[in-house]
């Protein structure tokens, strides 16, 4: 097997302004000199690795790239467009207290076309129980001076099953985030993960995660609530208005091959899932050094590639498309996982139509326990 | 010593005692004084010894010695039959006594009786041995002799100075038991010329020699060179060896009435002989084979099923084991949809099922889950019928059953005046009926119950000691099958009942017994995608029911390129614990949790 180019890129900035309670991701405080290195660092590791030619899709992320100097990202963001000019989504998260009318403008014309919006909560309890650093005023600004600035495509992102939360509580959230017009719309379950601020405080007993009945309400009031506004849900945790799911994430969910750039960032080229290291002293070495900035190889064997295709395909509400299954993997979906198949489908969790293979919406809050059973043969 | 002296100079006695109350010290002190231990070669309380000798290629296990003591100028032959090592087993203890004419009723003088020796003297008494009360351990401090002594006429009816008081110990008394073995013992009555009866009242497989019998000629005499006939099973044999234990084999000829030794006679499976069977002479038969004793009969079932470190194989090889030398221990594969594969083993008792679970940690070093044990019934059907069922799920159907009848023992429970309230109170919850008390001095007291067996073999001795603050001790005995009103509970999990879990109960207890099962079912199994009803049921009566919810949230909230790798980690052994899980109809369930809800160590 040979690898294959990349069509999506990802770039991970190990940066934030403070650390919100539920994050679990590798990011340091920033400061203007640390910036430069770092953003200078990333800039070579994706011109090194860059495959022009196939990339479709940018997407920055981490972190929270919004929290770089201007100059800085700026700077990043326009080394990305023109060495991709194939690119037709570029993605960048944004925090809504640090995007400005005029940085906006810029990225827009740096050749940014999407924005994710990191709202999680229109209840202001809820965003200090996170930790968020910012209002739900402060989101409403973003979006507006995201629209001035010309960003047709944003994407909204809201945490469901906050401690303390009601269903009314979310019902509010999706509501409001509706209000604002974005064109996409994640919804993510609060998970404790381990090391996180907000699981220290569960284990503590301080805080009480939200009931079971509650949070699987909430999983259901999201779907209905955002179809009504004419969102579809397109994967688990997400919600798109009819051609705006976002393309590069539907890359993962297609195990088809991506490039991740920034330490702790994987990549995948269809043969070897790479992850560079987590640590932001060591990858600036490796960098600096021109060694390859991963420390973990993995090598799946064409079964677990099929599993894992079949997995990340029932993500997507649309499933397994058997034609483009057997295409990518060379396996007949239905063959290779008949019993799991005819057990869920029995029970109800699993549909097949339409030359595919999909979820059924009372699957979807116990996913897991369908999607475990094609993890392996 | 042997031939035409007759049997007058004989002696053939045991040794009862509970626990802890010398025993095994006064045994080994009988053989250093009749000299049949030297002191150079003297092990610690020989008798108790279980590991097997061998000695001229014979395994011995000393079940019997035979020793010699000078007494109104002549030798007479001591014959002190073992009753078994740690434990009483009374199946073991009246094998043993049934070969007896006398017993020495050992009882400690700072302890006073204890349940294990009234249960004891009852199985004395009961097969017609002499009793020599026998008030040991005098030397302690808090020894009160007197008080003892007390006890004795008081609960057995022996008078106070019929007592010997010694200390196994210091040796003090031992010669004045010796005198009254002597003495106070009958001999065996002579039998000599009859056709040759004897009792087997042990048996043990030797690796070389086949099987060998410890026996009790009753009449008659056993001749090295003849052909014996085992009479239950008629099969005959050659007598190829006759010998004493003193303690070392020693080879006789003849094996004379009255006396004890061992056989060999090219018996080649232990299954073919049954202790308490009589060997006759095959030439000159006797009539009727000896009374012998009441045979035990397996009275308590429990499931084993391989643990951690073991598998079926391995557990199987392990019970067989076991059966070389344990008879009356009894497995067959039991299959069960809920727990898979494993054994339903039959035991005489609680206590014998306890020595096996510890045999077979300790001889095989296998790990066993086991279900909380139950009792065998007796059915009447409506044809007249009675059949023996030891699982509910044997029980015939309910249009063809007449009665039911469950095991009831005799129950004594000896504990203290302060706890006598809360012990009563827990008799009665297991329906036990009082039949006497006897106040033994002014802090404790005696209880004799009439007791349903199953009441007792689950959990209730744990509750004696949890309310007697650990003093009270108890011991039972089989008394008989007895009608009760006894109904089958059915229980349903998702609407279809599970063998394994149901359970024949009395019909007072039959709600709260199902709802205990139903709330340990609730807890113990997973949920599903869809809710789950619980029910206990008899004759398709629901009498309680529960409900476990549907499955908690289980999805993961963000999957992207990053996580895959360690995502399909946590979904493949997401994967293989439902792989371990049992299927009840729709509803699956972990072994683990059917073992938490039967296991015996979960007290409910
Ligand atoms: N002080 C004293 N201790 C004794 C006497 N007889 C036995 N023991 C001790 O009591 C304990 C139990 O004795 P053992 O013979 O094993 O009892 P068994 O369980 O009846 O066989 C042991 O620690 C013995 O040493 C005695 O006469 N005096």
């Known amino acids: 097997m040979t690898p294959q180019p990349a069509v999506a890129m990802y770039v991970h900035v190990p940066f934030c302004r403070g650390k919100c309670r539920y994050c679990a991701f590798v990011s340091e405080p920033v400061t203007p000199a640390r910036a430069e290195t770092v953003v200078a660092a990333l800039i070579h590791e994706a011109c090194q690795r860059a495959q022009p030619d196939t990339v479709e899709t940018l997407y920055i992320g981490g972190g929270c790239p919004t929290v770089l100097p201007e100059t800085d990202l700026l700077r990043f963001v326009t080394v990305l467009a023109e060495s991709h000019p194939h690119v037709t989504e570029f993605t960048v998260e944004a925090h809504p207290a640090q995007v400005s009318g005029p940085l906006l403008r810029r990225l827009r014309e740096a050749g940014v076309n999407r924005l994710s919006i990191g709202a999680q909560s229109f209840v202001p309890g809820e965003l200090q129980r996170l930790g968020r650093a910012h209002t739900t005023a402060d989101v409403a600004h973003s979006v507006y001076a995201a629209c001035r600035a010309g960003f047709g495509n944003l994407s909204l992102d809201l945490i469901a099953a906050v401690p303390g939360s009601t269903l009314g509580d979310f019902e509010h959230s999706l509501r409001c985030a509706i209000d604002l017009a974005p064109r996409h719309v994640s919804v993510y379950a609060l998970s404790y993960e381990a090391g996180t601020e907000l699981t220290r405080q569960r284990d503590a007993g301080l805080i009480e995660p939200v009931d079971e009945e509650t949070d699987r309400a909430m999983t259901f009031a999201a779907i209905e609530i955002l179809a009504a506004a004419g969102f579809e849900q397109y994967e688990i945790s997400n919600f798109a208005r009819p051609g705006f799911e976002c393309r590069h994430n539907l890359t993962y969910w297609a195990n088809r091959p991506w490039l991740g750039i920034g330490p702790s960032a994987a990549s995948w080229d269809g043969v070897r899932r790479t992850t560079n290291v987590a640590d932001v002293e060591e990858y600036l070495r490796r960098i600096a050094a021109d060694q390859e900035p991963w420390n973990e190889v993995v090598s799946p064997d064409p079964i677990e590639i099929a599993c894992e295709t079949a997995v990340l395909n029932l993500r997507r509400r649309g499933g397994i498309d058997l034609a483009e299954y057997q295409r990518a993997t060379g396996f007949d979906a239905m063959e290779l996982f008949a019993e799991a198949i005819a057990e869920h489908v029995q029970a109800g969790f699993l549909a097949c139509r339409d030359g595919r293979v999909v979820l059924t919406t009372a699957a979807v809050p116990v996913a897991d326990r369908i999607l475990c059973d094609f993890a392996a043969l | ?604």
């Open chain 2, 1 to 604: 010593m042997t031939g035409p002296m007759g049997t007058e100079h004989i002696r053939n006695f045991s040794i009862v005692a509970h626990i802890d109350h010398g025993k095994s010290t006064l045994a080994d002190r009988l053989l250093e004084r009749t000299g049949a231990v030297s002191d150079r070669d003297k092990k610690d309380q020989m008798l108790d010894d279980m590991d097997l000798e061998r000695e001229r290629g014979i395994t011995i296990k000393s079940s019997a010695v035979t020793m010699t003591y000078h007494r109104h100028g002549r030798d007479y032959m001591l014959n002190l039959i073992d009753t078994p090592g740690h434990v009483d087993f009374h199946y073991e203890v009246s094998r043993s006594l049934a070969a007896c004419e006398g017993a020495l009723l050992v009882v400690d003088a700072a302890q006073g009786i204890e349940a294990q020796t009234v249960a004891n003297a009852y199985l004395a008494v009961d097969t017609h041995n002499e009793i020599i009360p026998v008030v040991n351990k005098i030397d302690l401090p808090a020894a009160a002799p007197d008080r003892v002594a007390e006890e004795i006429e008081h609960v057995f009816g022996i008078e106070r100075e019929a007592c010997i008081f010694l200390s196994a110990k210091t040796g003090q008394g031992v010669e004045a038991l010796l005198d009254a073995v002597v003495d106070r013992l009958p001999p065996p009555a002579d039998r000599l010329d009859e056709p040759t009866a004897a009792l087997i009242f042990d048996s043990w497989a030797d690796p070389y020699r086949g099987v060998v019998c410890m026996v009790r000629a009753f009449a008659g005499e056993l001749v090295v060179g003849r052909k014996i006939r085992l009479m239950s099973s008629g099969r005959t044999y050659t007598v190829t060896e006759l010998g004493r234990l003193a303690p070392m084999p020693t080879p006789i000829e003849r094996l004379g009435c009255g006396e004890v030794g061992y056989v060999i006679a090219n018996i080649r499976r232990l299954a073919d002989v049954t202790v308490g069977e009589t060997i006759t002479d095959d030439a000159r038969p006797a009539a009727r084979p000896l009374p012998g004793y009441k045979r035990p009969v397996q009275m308590v079932f429990s499931d084993f099923y391989p643990g951690q470190n073991t598998d079926y194989p391995r557990l199987r090889a392990a019970f067989e084991k076991l059966t070389l030398n344990d008879a009356s221990f009894s497995f067959s594969p039991h299959n069960s949809a809920a727990l898979g594969f494993g054994f339903r083993c039959g035991f005489l008792g609680l206590l014998h099922m306890e020595i096996i679970q510890e045999r077979l940690e300790r001889e095989s070093d296998v790990e066993v889950v086991q279900t909380a044990p139950t009792v065998s019934y007796e059915v009447l059907t409506s044809d007249g019928q009675v059949t023996r069922i030891d699982s509910p799920s044997a029980l015939p159907d309910r249009s063809r059953l007449a009665e039911i009848r469950e095991p009831i023992v005799r129950l004594e429970v000896l504990t203290t005046t302060e706890t006598i309230g809360g012990v009563m109170k827990l008799a009665e919850q297991r329906r036990c009926r009082l039949l006497r008390t006897d106040t033994l001095g002014p802090t404790r007291v005696l209880l004799e119950y009439k007791a349903p067996l199953a009441e007792i073999v689950y959990d209730f001795y744990d509750q004696l000691k949890g309310i007697s603050h650990g003093y009270a001790t108890m011991d039972y005995d089989f008394v008989a099958f007895e009608p009760g009103d006894l109904v089958k509970i059915d229980i349903l999990v998702n609407k279809e009942p599970v063998d394994a879990l149901s359970m024949i109960v009395h019909r007072s207890v039959a709600e709260v017994r199902g709802r205990q099962m139903l709330m340990r079912l609730r807890d113990a199994i997973p949920r599903h995608q869809f809710e789950v009803p619980l029910q206990a049921a008899i004759g398709g009566k629901i009498i309680a029911r529960e409900t476990i919810k549907a499955f908690r949230k289980d999805v993961t909230a963000k999957l992207y390129g990053g996580d895959v790798t360690r995502k399909m980690k946590v979904l493949k052994r997401q994967r293989e614990g439902k792989k371990r899980m049992k299927a009840i109809g729709r509803v699956q369930i972990p072994q683990e949790a059917f073992m938490s809800v039967l296991n015996r160590g979960d007290k409910s």
